[in-house]
């Protein structure tokens, strides 16, 4: 089982900067945290939850939606079992509740379904 926290969120103008961190829980004894892919979903109201980035388990392959390409960055630090968003360039439509999530698939996905483990959210407010 995989508990995930996330945190960094605000309220920001248009062209700032904010970094997202997820920090894990893994209670598994035989899976570690180096073991799941990570990713960073959205959702804003009235719209359904959408991907954003994507980190495999290795760090070695990441995948972004092409609304934020040049703009967000994930990374992760298997020592402290954290995930992180870089967003420079927040935009208004860059506002919603960010979450991250855990699969076990191990690969960089775009695909909410192949995530095992959700946090909880944390808000990012863009005015313009």
């Known amino acids: 089982q995989v508990q995930l926290v996330e945190s960094g969120g605000g309220l920001v103008q248009a062209g700032s900067s904010l970094r997202l961190s997820c920090a894990a829980s893994?209670?598994?004894?035989?899976?570690?945290?180096?073991?799941?892919?990570l990713g960073w979903f959205r959702q804003a109201p009235g719209k359904q939850r959408e991907f954003v980035a994507a980190i495999s388990w290795d760090g070695g392959s990441t995948s972004y939606t092409n609304s934020v390409k040049g703009r967000f960055t994930i990374s992760r630090d298997n020592g402290k079992n954290t995930v992180y968003l870089q967003m420079n360039g927040l935009k208004p439509e860059d506002a919603a509740v960010y979450y991250c999530a855990a699969a076990s698939y191990g690969r960089a996905s775009t695909l909410s379904g192949l995530y095992n483990y959700w946090g909880q959210g944390t808000q990012v407010t863009v005015s313009s």
């Open positions: 893994v209670r598994t004894f035989s899976i570690t945290f180096s073991d799941y892919a």
